[in-house]
């Protein structure tokens, strides 16, 4: 009978161990955060930053299979033959191409599986999306998702998941305002008590200033210059005040064919022609901001004083521009410790503890 007993106990032993193994080899679920944003898609996995890439995909252009995604995509922007096309599948923070977007987070997504398992996990999903989205837009979204293994799927407007990842308290009955400058819009709301307040949301940010650069090379210095070229402009010389006095940029060395001869130019932009060719955009941004405020009720408006205004985003990355937003609306400006991540960590932790934010959370 001991006999017996013995076998009976290593086997149940083993079997659970089997069982264990094969329970993690083919695991069912997997949480992700992600930040699906026009320039750059961010995903959080088990609390870490496991995915942080350009929103560029490459396709086939016969068969329109993916070839590359994310860094190596977008290497190969504006340098293709023409059988391959690559492509931004979000223009102004909403998806432009729906099925290079499903095939985007695809690619993303199996960035973070490779070699774990050989069946692809059930995916629970929080993204970050524009608060002035329209429901066909939020559809798209949650449709790419699901057509990207997504079974739950919840959404979160990015200026709250912004708060959220900054550690602003969004639960608490005190108002708090954020300025989230992407890559295609720029997202503004005013959060209390687990909601938005006011918002405003305008499809002015980072690709427009890259625009305003690409067309103001091309008008005054008679110089073709690339999306590309343009960005790495903004990111050397990029300001948006005339005068920094700390913390000036050199000069930038740009190179490109003349307009018109297609002779090779080299050309060195300084920081203040680069503030007025910009000049415009950003007022735009100030007025959008301005109009938030101005719906905001006053016992609200009175913590915004008090607390200041958070600038989240690449855009808040842009030399001065939290200066020339202070001295313009009377308001303090702070950049957010990490704000190219700030939305991107709002929906890990929205993710993490789906009760406590469930009422910001749409399914």
């Known amino acids: 009978m001991g006999y017996y007993s013995s076998i009976t106990f290593h086997f149940s032993f083993i079997t659970t161990h089997i069982m264990g193994f094969f329970s993690g080899l083919f695991s069912l679920t997997q949480d992700i955060a992600m930040d699906l944003g026009t320039a750059n898609t961010i995903i ?57 977007c ?38 798209a979204v949650r449709d790419s998702a699901e057509h990207a293994n997504g079974r739950d799927v919840y959404l979160l407007f990015e200026p709250m998941a912004a708060a959220i990842g900054i550690g602003l308290d969004v639960t608490a009955p005190k108002g708090h305002m954020v300025v989230d400058i992407g890559g295609g819009s720029t997202e503004i709301a005013v959060i209390s008590l687990c909601g938005i307040v006011s918002n405003s ?7 427009e200033l890259t625009d305003d650069i690409q067309e103001y090379m091309f008008r005054q ?22 005068e920094l006095n700390e913390n000036a940029p050199e000069e930038y060395v740009v190179r490109g064919p003349n307009r018109i001869t297609a002779l090779p130019m080299e050309i060195s932009v300084c920081y203040q022609e ?10 735009k941004i100030e007025t959008a901001i301005l109009n938030a405020l101005e719906k905001t009720p006053p016992e609200i ?12 985003g690449g855009g808040a990355l842009l030399r001065g521009l939290d200066k020339r937003l202070t001295d313009k609306i009377h308001i303090p400006f702070h950049i957010a410790e ?4 700030s939305v991107a960590k709002g929906t890990g932790i929205a993710l993490k503890h789906l009760d406590t934010y469930s009422a910001v959370l749409m399914r």
């Open 44 to 100: 959080i996995s088990g609390g870490k930053i496991v995915v942080d890439e350009p929103s560029v995909v490459a396709l086939d252009r016969k068969t329109n299979k993916m070839i590359e995604v994310g860094k190596k995509a977008k290497m190969m922007h504006e340098k293709t033959n023409p059988n391959i096309r690559t492509c931004r599948p979000l223009k102004d923070g909403v998806i432009a191409d729906f099925n290079a």
């Open 102 to 139: 499903e095939q985007m987070m695809r690619g993303l997504i199996k960035k973070i599986n490779t070699g774990r398992s050989f069946m692809t996990p059930q995916l629970r999903m929080v993204i970050g999306v524009p608060s002035g989205s329209t429901e066909v837009e939020l559809r």
């Open 201 to 207: 949301s305008i499809r002015v940010a980072g690709d």
């Open 274 to 283: 680069i503030a007025h060719c910009i000049d415009k955009s950003v007022a």
């Open 221 to 242: 210095h008679n110089v073709k210059v690339s999306e590309r070229m343009a960005e790495r402009i903004k990111i050397n010389v990029g300001s948006a005040l005339t």
């Open 338 to 341: 990490d704000p190219l991540h």
């Open 301 to 312: 408006y009175a913590d915004i004083v008090e607390n200041g205004i958070y600038l989240t």
